[in-house]
């Protein structure tokens, strides 16, 4: 059924949805209708290129449901976006706003390019054509988007404003992740990471670990893995290693992250920083340390990296990290506390909620406002994720997994199927 949806990653997430809803025993005819998307919207985006050619790229936008509210999630620009792979990120957005509270459904969107290899101008020129393919399709009621990977604060405004032009008024709203000069909220960026090392904190405390005196790796050294890093760093923790998908750097002395992060922020990528800690990247995710982070992309650990493995908090920032015969692995390691993705990373969605709550109202927070407000409603996910594991006698993932599937299913049942 549904053959459009295919790919490992999509088979990853229909593992998850099949495991969590044996959990859940949810009755085998409701089955597909809680697993497979509301709509998948494919859009061919053509554009011209500096050289006066013209160019072709495959853009999708997939809403899982709409259930609870707007659809809502990133949109990625990444060499291999497919549909099967944005499908299995909008499954994940669902759980992942349902297991935080947030009235929304799960949405992906993403466009087959590798956006390293476009002009300012190109780059602009994609953004603006995707969002006025997917016009009749979004909506601050319908779906909103964000950024993911590839995607910024700048491509989210050139979103707005394609959005808006159209409208012939200013809609806000219709996107998050915005710059806070274009109606966004202050604390966005820094969200995701932010909301990770909060959970890493709270980890650190379930299992009695000492940040101040522990150390970190974080592979991954974008819009999250970096905040990671500076704040881990600022607490005190020895971060022995980074990657991203330029350059990877290992020094057991620990790494000077301000140093890094400033050094990003004028090249973009880690490549060039230094030549003496330079490392294997492919050896990064299995160096000894105590709080490991995989904040790149999907599907990096497998089995045979689950097995070397030696950490003891697993915080998983990006989307899909671990694959389910890795996940296998881990069911048997009571040694790794894992905090999964679809709570580990929720702090990008959570303050995105509260951008556009600030939209609707035109009334803007404070920071604090913001990073209190966040802490709280990840808290809750936190407590709520491992206090139902042990319930359940699940593991962490499962918890939280089960926690966003049960809340979508409830809503759906009380609803009925129209007509
Ligand atoms: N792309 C981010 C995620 O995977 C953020 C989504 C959003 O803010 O809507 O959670």
């Not at 940040?211 to 974080?218: E, F, G, H, W």
Request: one cysteine or more.
């Amino acid at each position: 059924m549904f053959d459009i949806y295919s790919g490992p990653v999509f088979d990853m997430a229909r593992q998850q949805f099949k495991q969590a809803s044996d959990i859940l025993n949810i009755p085998f005819d409701q089955r597909d209708r809680l697993l497979y998307p509301k709509r998948a919207i494919a859009v061919t985006c053509p554009i011209h290129k500096d050289d006066g050619s013209t160019v072709v790229y495959e853009g999708y936008r997939v809403q899982h449901h709409l259930s609870l509210g707007p659809s809502k999630g990133g949109v990625r620009f990444a060499k291999n976006v497919d549909l099967g792979e944005v499908a299995a990120l909008s499954l994940w957005m669902s759980w992942k706003c349902a297991l935080m509270n947030l009235p929304y459904g799960g949405a992906k969107g993403g466009i087959r390019v590798d956006p390293y290899t476009l002009s300012a101008r190109e780059l602009e020129a994609l953004s603006r054509r995707f969002m006025q393919e997917l016009i009749p399709f979004v909506g601050p009621h319908v779906d909103v988007m964000a950024p993911d990977i590839g995607t910024n604060e700048q491509v989210m405004a050139w979103f707005m404003d394609t959005y808006s032009n159209d409208a012939g008024r200013t809609v806000t709203e219709i996107v998050t992740g915005k710059p806070v000069s274009c109606g966004g909220t202050v604390g966005r960026r820094e969200a995701t990471g932010r909301g990770v090392t909060h959970l890493i904190y709270r980890a650190a405390e379930v299992i009695n670990l000492d940040l101040s005196k522990s150390s970190a790796v974080v592979q991954g050294f974008g819009n999250v893995g970096s905040v990671v890093a500076g704040e881990l760093y600022a607490m005190g923790v020895k971060i022995l290693a980074v990657s991203d998908h330029t350059a990877a750097y290992h020094d057991s002395k620990g790494l000077n992250i301000p140093d890094i992060i400033n050094y990003v922020s004028k090249h973009g990528v880690l490549k060039g920083y230094s030549t003496q800690s330079l490392t294997d990247p492919k050896t990064i995710l299995t160096i000894k340390c105590d709080v490991l982070v995989p904040a790149a992309v999907e599907r990096v650990i497998n089995e045979v990296i689950a097995n070397k493995i030696d950490c003891k908090i697993l915080a998983e920032a990006a989307n899909g990290p671990t694959t389910i015969e890795a996940d296998a692995v881990f069911a048997q390691r009571p040694d790794i506390f894992i905090i999964p993705d679809v709570l580990c990373n929720s702090g990008g969605v959570t303050v995105s909620y509260f951008e556009w709550v600030q939209d609707l109202q035109q009334l803007f927070w404070e920071e604090s406002e913001v990073i209190d407000r966040m802490k709280k409603i990840m808290d809750k996910g936190f407590y709520n994720t491992i206090n139902s594991a042990k319930e359940l006698k699940v593991t962490n993932r499962m918890a939280a997994i089960c926690a966003g599937l049960k809340r979508i299913y409830m809503s759906r049942k009380a609803r009925g199927l129209f007509p």
